[in-house]
């Protein structure tokens, strides 16, 4: 197939857009699908040593709810309303900001590969936590052991074989299971209530910072929510219309994030001042987990919130099916998975998969840029796509790379780049702007499908 006689690649070739008639309100399709992100333990178990533990709950809150509106704002909106107005996922919209050829890598094959990294976080959490409430957590098997090598094994495996079978599968386990661990942490929640007013932050650290914590935690949220912010085209091609855009990323985005993030903050924070023998300076404060192991009822909370963790895996491994699979189709999308799985599982039993901090500081500098370049083009465009560009889009493929770079500093050891999720935005958007502007933008290309809503 070609466009005015320029050869489209085939996942080019073969994109349709949704139609209007397999559109559905906000409250059915984005808000709870985000919601069901939020509610994922591997988002809020690690907030608490670097945010509640250093600046105290007020600065946490804050954090939180800042985040929760630049995540909307910056990282979600301009990829929902471009997937929306024109009925494509992202792998197709971001053809106009990195190329019909730049798209093969951007976003298409990098989203595929941080999902396998998100599958890692999945299969170690799910693996502690079922070993947790088997054995407790001062007697359970650790990673590298055996013990957890085996149950890694066993649960990455499964469910990748239940993603690759396909949305329908992943949509019936993900239908009720987001409501467990929200039961979760409402029970956490009255679990340490009496001992919210008694938390003292200087009692966890000798250098308390309202504004470090505050601003690590935006950096925190962002870090997890990036990749999904650019998967809002995805969500926003199953919207109807513009309220359904915005209304869903309120509350599936920006309500979400701060209450499956206060939820679980303001646990920790009673249960670490009723518990203060346990907890102090030297032992900083907890993770969820740690927060879990002091509560009533904790070795049944790991279980249930274990079995929780089937939806977001089973997400993981379609997703890595899908963005692999789409891009290089000479591959079964089966191999594809189970080769993405094996890498996750090895991530996770080594207990690599565990150190979130790092790693949401990798993906906000990969995807803070990659949002942002997209955010400087839908503003170029006049919020209107304007289909596929030719080759490689240099002025994207750089903004990128070099928003990456100062977005990645953090995690290099070089202070004072924190929110660096928010700054590689920044860089990504400021520089797009300036390099299309000089004349770095290839021409597009028109697909043949008509543009599903305007």
Do not use: H
């Not at 386990?173 to 919210?196: C, E, N, R």
């Amino acid at each position: 197939m070609e466009s005015n006689g320029y050869p489209l690649p085939d996942y080019l070739q073969q994109a349709k857009p949704n139609p209007q008639e397999n559109r559905a309100p906000w409250y059915m399709n984005t808000a709870p699908s985000y919601a069901g992100i939020f509610l994922w333990i591997a988002f809020y178990d690690q907030l608490a040593p670097t945010t509640l533990g250093v600046g105290g709950i007020a600065a946490a809150v804050l954090g939180l709810f800042i985040a929760a509106f630049i995540s909307f704002g910056l990282f979600y909106l301009v990829p929902a309303l471009w997937g929306m107005k024109t009925g494509y996922p992202l792998y197709i919209v971001g053809t106009s900001t990195f190329g019909d050829k730049g798209g093969y890598f951007l976003p298409g094959l990098f989203m595929g590969a941080l999902q396998v990294g998100w599958y890692s976080v999945g299969t170690y959490y799910a693996t502690q936590f079922i070993l947790n409430a088997m054995y407790g957590v001062a007697n359970a098997p650790q990673p590298r052991s055996l013990m957890f090598i085996i149950f890694g094994i066993i649960w990455g495996y499964v469910f990748a074989f239940v993603g690759v079978k396909g949305i329908n599968y992943v949509a019936k386990i993900s239908q009720f299971l987001p409501i467990v661990p929200l039961v979760m942490l409402i029970y956490a929640l009255f679990s340490g209530m009496g001992g919210i007013s008694k938390f003292d932050v200087a009692n966890f650290t000798d250098t308390p910072s309202f504004g470090l914590g505050t601003l690590v935690m935006i950096q925190l949220v962002i870090g997890f929510f990036a990749t999904a912010g650019a998967a809002g085209a995805d969500f926003g091609m199953n919207n109807r219309d513009k309220n359904d855009v915005i209304m869903g990323g309120l509350v599936g985005v920006a309500v979400s994030i701060f209450i499956c993030g206060l939820l679980p903050i303001l646990a920790i924070a009673g249960v670490m001042a009723n518990n203060p023998e346990l907890a102090n300076a030297e032992t900083g404060a907890w993770t969820f987990g740690q927060a879990i192991g002091a509560m009533t009822g904790g070795q049944l909370m790991f279980l249930l919130f274990a079995i929780a963790s089937m939806a977001p895996a089973c997400f993981c491994s379609f997703i890595i099916a899908n963005s692999f699979s789409t891009m290089i189709p000479s591959i079964s999308r089966m191999a594809w998975t189970m080769g993405g799985a094996t890498i996750g599982i090895i991530l996770a039993v080594t207990g690599i998969a565990g150190q979130l901090a790092g790693f949401f500081g990798f993906i906000g500098a990969c995807f803070g840029p990659v949002c942002g370049a997209m955010a400087a083009d839908y503003i170029l465009c006049g919020g209107q796509w304007p289909g596929p560009r030719k080759g490689i889009n240099m002025a994207g493929y750089i903004a990128v790379i070099v928003g990456f770079i100062v977005g990645i500093l953090p995690n290099l050891g070089v202070g004072g780049f924190i929110p660096a999720a928010v700054y590689s935005f920044i860089v990504g958007f400021v520089l797009y702007m300036i390099l299309a502007k000089a004349g770095l933008q290839p021409e597009t290309i028109s697909l043949s499908a008509e543009k599903a809503t305007e």
